[in-house]
């Protein structure tokens, strides 16, 4: 060290030593370097701090805990600004940062390539988070050799094949989180051997087979996902052993067959059960009753009969019982009731009533209301106008009678379908806002505003006139 540096007053002294202990170390720094110049589009700058002039330790994204060494390596993207991504792919540079025990490469949208080969050189490599990137081929076989880790997330990308055997050894593992991708085969029975689980997610893929038997194997399970897959058979016996701590079960949109247990009754921590879209038949279990803190339920699209149990719920957000063979007569009571529902879907449910009769005890923050296909009578507008919030309402295949243009049409509603109704009166400008318009079939009248909507939203009125159907006279 240069000795006019003694003559430097101490505390001047001391700030100069110290940023140079903390300076990133040169290794790190170029393993960055290389990874960045890996990268071939960067549209909004995630990156523009990566300067070789400056510390690697300040640059975005980057945490060094250890002394002057990179532990973590962390960018997002952000999904809603259509250019906050970044386009290429992942550098094998990133096996010289010895110390990076952490990394989180989410919603970069663009990044390909394979799994990355780089990661399995990193000893202390504890959670990897890549997540909406377009990732592609098989995983490799060579994940097992990573036991260390404590959680892996690949969600969101185009990963084939089956999941290897070898996932079995990774039983340090509390998130396994494989969804939306294109992954084939059966769920591997080595799965079970990874007991410290808390949150499992295959969902969005393509895995057949029956649904595993080997839910007695994680004790500490909080999160199942195993939605829109191609799975079969009945729900097994052993999910049962799940009861105690399980808040979150989605295996909607399978081919699951049989009746609805009764012991999914026992969940009393559960919050959202989602079984829709599959072949279950028969009954709800009145042990439902017990679920008290279920705010999330949807068993859409099977073929459950009545009677539907009333439940004793404390407020619910989103219900779904539509499309089943349920003869419910009125909107269920503990479903007026509810202080904070926003979500409410009762298409083809039997409900025989008057719009008017229906007073919840709250409509201020309703987003979805779906009373398709019932025997619904009267007019919505009294309801409706007191929503500022509502995005959809969906009430076609009923009896309403109302006009048209006293239904206020707030700035957040995207989606109407009042077709086949007895509404009447004329189609009000303020429709334009909308994403989607069905009033087909009803008794409207008059000229229609200009928007981008087809014919097929229009047809079978009294007189509607103008684009899209034939020019008024």
């Given amino acids: 060290m240069n000795s006019s540096l003694f003559r430097l007053p101490f505390p001047l002294l001391f700030i100069f030593i110290f940023n140079l202990a903390s300076a990133c170390h040169v290794g ?41 060494r990179v532990t973590s390596l962390s960018l997002y993207g952000q999904l809603d600004h259509p250019n906050a991504f ?21 919603n970069l949208r663009n990044i390909s390539g394979p799994f990355p080969p780089s990661l399995f050189k990193l000893p202390k490599l504890l959670f990897i988070y890549i997540e909406n990137n377009k990732l592609s081929g098989q995983l490799p076989a060579a994940i097992g050799n990573m036991s260390q880790l404590e959680a892996l997330s ?11 055997s070898s996932i079995s050894k990774l039983t340090r593992l509390t998130q396994l989180k494989l969804g939306s991708n294109l992954l084939t085969g059966s ?42 897959n191609k799975l079969t058979g009945k729900i097994p016996r052993s999910i049962s052993s799940l009861a105690a701590k399980l808040s979150y079960l989605q295996i ?35 042990s439902f009753r017990n679920l008290t803190k279920i705010f999330n339920l949807d068993l859409s699209r099977n073929s459950l009969v009545d009677p ?25 009571k503990w479903v007026t009731s509810s202080p904070i529902i926003y979500s409410l879907k009762l298409a083809k449910c039997g409900i025989k009533m008057k719009m008017e009769d229906w007073k919840p005890t709250q409509t201020y923050f309703y987003d979805y209301i779906d009373l398709s296909e019932n025997e619904i009578r009267g007019s919505p507008v009294g309801l409706l106008n007191r929503t500022d919030y509502l995005v959809g309402f969906w009430g076609s ?24 109704n007895q509404v009447s009166g004329k189609v009000p400008g303020a429709v334009v806002g909308l994403e989607k318009l069905n009033v087909s079939y009803n008794h409207l009248c008059g000229p229609i505003p200009a928007t981008k909507f087809p014919a097929t939203s229009f047809l079978g009125n009294d007189c509607l006139c103008g684009p899209p159907l034939p020019p008024c006279k």
Avoid at 326 to 331: D, E, P, S, T, V
Wanted: contains cysteine; positive net charge; hydrophobic residues 40%.
């Fill in 86 to 106: 970044l386009s290429g792919t992942i550098s094998n540079s990133l096996s010289n940062l010895p110390y990076l025990d952490s990394i989180y490469l989410v």
């Fill in 154 to 164: 690949l969600e969101g990308n185009r990963f084939t094949g089956p999941i290897p």
């Fill in 252 to 286: 909607g949109h399978n081919l699951l067959t049989g009746n609805i247990p009764d012991f999914l009754g026992t969940f009393r921590a559960l919050d959202t059960l989602d079984l829709s879209s599959n072949h279950f038949s028969g009954v709800v279990p009145k």
């Fill in 308 to 332: 539907f149990p009333e439940l004793f719920v404390k407020g619910i957000e989103s219900l779904d019982l539509s499309y089943n063979k349920f003869h419910l007569g009125k909107i269920p």
């Fill in 397 to 420: 295949g009923n009896k309403l009678n109302f006009k048209l243009q006293d239904l206020r049409i707030v700035k957040r509603l995207k989606y109407l379908d009042l077709s086949r």
């Fill in 28 to 68: 790190d720094r170029n393993a960055l370097l290389a990874f960045k110049s890996a990268i071939t589009a960067d549209p909004s700058g995630l990156l523009s701090s990566w300067k070789s002039a400056v510390d690697c330790c300040t640059w975005a994204g980057v945490t060094c805990s250890v002394p002057n």
């Fill in 187 to 228: 769920i591997p029975i080595g799965i079970r051997q990874l007991k410290s689980l808390t949150f499992l997610s295959l969902e969005r893929n393509r895995f057949a087979g029956p649904l595993p038997d080997f839910w007695g194997s994680f004790p500490e399970l909080r999160i199942l996902s195993l939605s829109h």
